[in-house]
């Protein structure tokens, strides 16, 4: 056969066996295999079309562009095949997949009950030009007892069930650590709110080991109890309602003189003493006032200890829990919510 008819004939055969090459291939890795085969530099049609140079003349048009045609022809099939392949595929994905299902709603996080409230009373107190203080939650008994007026043996050392890591240091039994570090640091005028973990030997139904306080302070000249009973009733009616009372018992810390424990009135029975349902209200035990946080003017001996002039400068200070504050704000009944992580406690927090 001349050679002309002979390389015709290989290339037209060609087109039938790449055919029948890819019926056999079910992946794509398969059909990439038969191309390399057939189509690639060294495959089926390069073999053959480097037979080309031998034809003569006028022949070699004729075939070379009959090589180009089977070339082109050679690549559609192998592109059919490989879009067939592809929807195969997503067919048999879509075989598995219900798109009558509902679909999944990404889960939202909720601002924890007692963070929202740490959140609200700072912004309410930076709004009054207080500043936001932290400091550590293991202290040592120097800013936790002996700077605010605690010195060693003082009886009112056992108001407060302190934890010891050792003799000298101790976890914070309260926030107000925190004023002897900030005005060691600063000369007045000095305003600062310092919320954070504190910790105590207790727990019952109302104590746990650990809860939160905001401590809050003031210290400038010719400060007076005035200023103090001004800044936490504006608190007060800020943070729960402005219609709120708000009242100052006489009361003892040994960091203030005098001090005080402000009362609001009752926010469940507004104050009357009966629960909606006509018996007693639990809230307030029947008094009509539920008491929020401890106060007082800052006790000179403190001044002393930070090197404040107690001759030129007067300030006032208070210190208030924060899960007390949420629990009255929110109408929760028992503490121990807050520490559970029962999400159908905090998802009602959005
Ligand atoms: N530190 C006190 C406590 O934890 C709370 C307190 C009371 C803080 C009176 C004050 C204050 O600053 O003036 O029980």
Redesign the pocket.
Known sequence: MALAAEISKNLKSLIQEFEKALDQASSLQEAEEARVDFLGRKGRLAVIMSQLPLLSPEDKPLIGRLANEVKDSLNQILNDKIRNIQHKAQEERLAVFDPSMPGRTPDTGTVHPVTRVINDICAIFVRLGFDIVTGPEVETDFYNFEA?NLPPGHPARD??DTLYISESIVLR????PL?VRTMLKRQPPVAAIAPGK?YRRDSDLTHTPMFH?I???LVDTQVSMADLRGTLTAFAHEIFDPGVKVRFRP?F?P??EP???VDISCVMCKGGGVSSDGGPCRVCKETGWVEI????M?DPAVFQKVGYDPEKYTG??????VERVSMLKYGIGDLRMFFENDLRFLSQFV
Not at 173 to 176: A, E, N
Not at 293 to 296: E, P, R, S, V
């Open positions: 605010l108001m407060q039994t309260h926030t107000s004023q504190v306080q401590e809050g302070f009361s810390f960091f203030t001090s005080a424990e946080l401890g106060c007082g800052i006032f200070a208070f210190g208030l829990g």
